[in-house]
């Protein structure tokens, strides 16, 4: 069992940055697939970056190239989401997630293990 616990989500204004972290604990494995999803009310959860276990392909949604990197420490088992330019429409609690397959994917039916999620709040 992988336990993931995300941090650094708060409210911004409209142009700021935050760096989202998420640990990961249990019986840990640096091959695992990382993301991090989000999930705004009323719509699905969807897939923002995601980063394969040696860093070294990485995905991410349209809304947020160029503006989001996606990052993992194995050492200290932890990925982090670097998010700068936030725009109001990146509003969502956001998800840290796991997944034994070894190639990136984007498919939420694919990933084994959760965080509780992170509020992220932009303001105009």
């Known amino acids: 069992q992988v336990s993931l616990v995300e941090s650094g989500g708060g409210s911004v204004q409209a142009g700021d940055s935050l760096r989202l972290s998420c640990v990961a604990s249990?019986?840990?494995?640096?091959?695992?697939?990382m993301a991090w999803f989000r999930q705004a009310p009323g719509k699905e959860r969807d897939a923002v970056a995601v980063i394969s276990w040696s860093g070294g392909n990485t995905y991410y949604a349209d809304s947020v190239k160029g503006r989001f990197t996606i990052s993992r420490d194995n050492a200290k088992n932890t990925v982090y989401l670097q998010m700068d330019s936030l725009k109001p429409e990146d509003t969502a609690v956001y998800y840290c997630?796991?997944?034994?397959?070894?190639?990136?994917?984007?498919?939420?039916?694919?990933?084994?293990?959760w965080g509780q999620g992170t509020q992220v709040t932009v303001s105009s």
């Open positions: 249990g019986r840990t494995y640096s091959r695992y697939t």
């Open positions: 997630a796991a997944s034994i397959v070894t190639v990136i994917t984007t498919h939420r039916e694919r990933y084994n293990y």
